[in-house]
């Protein structure tokens, strides 16, 4: 008998761990951070330490304690936080999509046990992990022992791309995965079919975005299905409020056409979808689009993969930050796909961008603020916030020195962006497309809010 055990990702959005154990076979259901337990204790400069191997995770309950979960961890991290070292237990893990809040603590994982997602994830996974700052989370794709000894070579997970509406087994349980549209290219729902039942994840989806169409196939294939279990993701199950791609770009659009100067975008790095609407706008009002140095490696290595331009495109420009010695020497962009990238003929500084001000929109986030002192945005520049807006402590802060920044600058502030998630609406659409006898709400904050969406026929089933 199918049996589920939710270590994460029930009342929070996000985090999600779910395990599920059929006979002999045990798998998981991402393996995911989840945020705003980690930040009950840590932040920025207060992380748990890696130097105590999983002890500080699991001493303050942000992973499933070794001893519940035995033989699903590291060796090299059990042995140096005095766990004991056990035989793998299990059998793989699904990877819904590349958000940390399902990916994050898969860095803990026995490299044994083997991953599955999609093709896009899988090489999402390790362009973030290549261009990343080294911390632990993004080390995903492969890993070094710690303690690291010098010279020591990198192990690879067993990284498995699995194709919408392939079957695939893991032991006995037969798999069928479905391309699904989110904030970021690759998701993926999972149908599961277990010995006494079978079980949709959804894990983050939408209708919205310029993929709904993948969100609609999946539900003309759901149509033949019997659905025991759905668990359903309900980050906005309460929202009623629909922007769509589509009204982000006409929005975007307006803005940027009456613009005299410097336009500057600024959304998650990881949604290429917002990328591709940008890189619209800017054809479309004759401007170039620049975007950084990581954002072109992910255009690289996506590219064939998602229908995404090429980086030579007349239409892209690679920006430069501005580094070390400051003067935009080779030197100072060392690593390997940095020198690639900056031998390319479009690349292009801040001081050069500050020139042609009118013909560019510059993709950059707060984070990058330093360079508006170089870009010197002239009257009539705009800034687009084109992601969500602050919604705890921490993000308010940022906010605010946000604000001051533009504030100095005299960019006005504003706003063009829609969810990676599906409203309440269209929830309750997708819903009654799979009509499942049980759904059990995972990866939301107000799980007694799917009771007004569900129709008769479908028993919602809290659990803990
Ligand atoms: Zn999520
Ligand atoms: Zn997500």
Redesign the pocket.
Known sequence: MAKLTFYGGLNSI?GNKILLEDSDTRIFLDFGMDFGKQAKYFEEYMKPRVGNGLGDWAEMGLIPHPKKLKGFYRNDLLKIGNFPIEEVAFDGVLV??C?L??TGHLCFMDEGIPVYSSKVTKKMVEVIQETGMGTIETELYKHKLRPVVRGQEPIERQWNAVESGKKFKIGDIEIKPFAVD???PG?MSFLIYASDKTIFYS??FRKHGTYGYLTEEMLKEMENENVDLMLCEGTRVSETENQSEQMVKKKSHKIISKSKGLVIADYAYKDLTRFKTFYEIAKENKRKFAIGLRDALFVRELGSLIDLPSLDDENLLIYLDKRCSGTYCEKDYSKKWMKELYGLDNTMTAEEISRQQKDIIVRMSFFDFNDLVDLKPKPGSEYIHSMCEAFNEEMEFNEKRLHNWLKHFKLPYRFAHCS??ANGIELKEIITGINPKKLTPIHTEKPKEFKKIVSKKTKVEFKS
């Open positions: 996000g819904s999509h958000h809040d399902h989110h904030s970021v998701a894990g983050d990676g998630h």
